[in-house]
T-cell receptor, first 113, second 116 residues
């Protein structure tokens, strides 16, 4: 089955700096890669996603890149703000067998004011 | 539209008992997936239901089962509870399933299960 690794597990940045979280996956059949943000005590919220036919996608301060050959994808957050502090999860899946997703173990991001 | 809802939100059970959790997807969503979230293991895929059929299953023992009704609402059942089953159980719904370009999953608030 799919195996998703996520790094780093914790990340502290100064407000205004950029944050980068990286994930690798093992199953070349995976074709959909979402990122979720989970604040303490709340449900995971989809913040951005990318499909296998796209190399990069941007939404305001958030961007995701995908390298299918190397089987890795990354989340980039620019101009970080204290409200960006949360746990971020990457996931891989969406093969032709349906919505079976495998998640990374999460990155706890702290933005220091 | 209303979001994904789950009931109950909190549950305390004793080892050996069984439990049933419920998930109501976003209206129009036909795919429902279940995940177990623990501090040590993160989010782990349990199973996915689509059109009342289990389409995918993760690596969990047979004590974990589920079903989906014709209105797309889903339940999951855990029999013979163990201490290690204590976790947050999340369900997520999706508009459509495979063979399309839409896979976005939206999560419910979860059911916090504590086994004592």
């Amino acid at each position: 089955g799919e195996n998703v690794e996520q790094h780093p597990s914790t990340l502290s940045v100064q407000e205004g700096d950029s944050a980068v979280i990286k994930c690798t996956y093992s199953d070349s059949a995976s074709n959909y890669f979402p990122w979720y943000k989970q604040e303490l005590g709340k449900r995971p919220q989809l913040i951005i996603d990318i499909r296998s036919n796209v190399g990069e996608k941007k939404d305001q301060r958030i961007a995701v890149t995908l390298n299918k050959t190397a089987k890795h994808f990354s989340l980039h957050i620019t101009e970080t703000q204290p409200e960006d502090s949360a746990v971020y999860f990457c996931a891989a899946g969406g093969t032709n067998t349906g919505n079976q997703f495998y998640f990374g173990t999460g990155t706890s991001l702290t933005v220091i004011p | 539209k209303a979001g994904v809802t789950q009931t109950p939100r909190y549950l305390i059970k004793t080892r050996g008992q069984q439990v049933t959790l419920s998930c109501s997807p976003i209206s129009g969503h036909r795919s429902v997936s279940w995940y177990q979230q623990t501090p040590g293991q993160g989010l782990q895929f349990l199973f996915e239901y689509f059109s009342e059929t289990q389409r995918n299953k993760g690596n969990f023992p047979g004590r974990f089962s589920g079903r989906q009704f014709s209105n797309s609402r889903s339940e999951m059942n855990v029999s013979t509870l163990e201490l290690g089953d204590s976790a947050l159980y999340l369900c997520a719904s999706s508009l459509v399933g495979a063979a399309t370009s839409v896979y976005e999953q939206y999560f419910g608030p979860g059911t916090r299960l504590t086994v004592t």
